[in-house]
């Protein structure tokens, strides 16, 4: 007897999806921009959607290359170098992935009149002189 899985999904169609943002956003001049290209062989892009895309499947290399479903035109060396690249500033590329998306899907969903504000939400590292009785008293300081 075979069961369906209860969040059952096309592959196919997340992957679709994948691509597609990846066209719509510039992805791939969005990496050259920060030094993500490779000199030869596998399109840096087709190893990001893949990753992308694993994501949103809920696969990984390991499983796929133990299971011998992995099919990709690349090894795990390639992958991994690709991914651990000092070269690459992905700092500044999700920054301008972020704003990418920001400027033409999220922007026109507000009114024109009101502000653009960005919220950066960092951890709140308190300076070496704060005691822990002082935090604990003014939680309030680290929200």
Known sequence: MSSIPQNHFDENDLIDCVQR?????????????????KEKGVSPVSLLRYKLSNIFIGRSMYMQQRTGSFKEQFSKNTFYRFLNSTKTNWLRFTSLLAADIVNNDIRDLTNQERKNVCVLRLPFIPPASFSTSFLNRNKSVMH
Do not use: E, I, R, Y
């Open 21 to 37: 943002f990846f066209s719509k956003h510039h992805v791939g001049k969005l990496l050259a921009k920060c030094n993500g290209m």
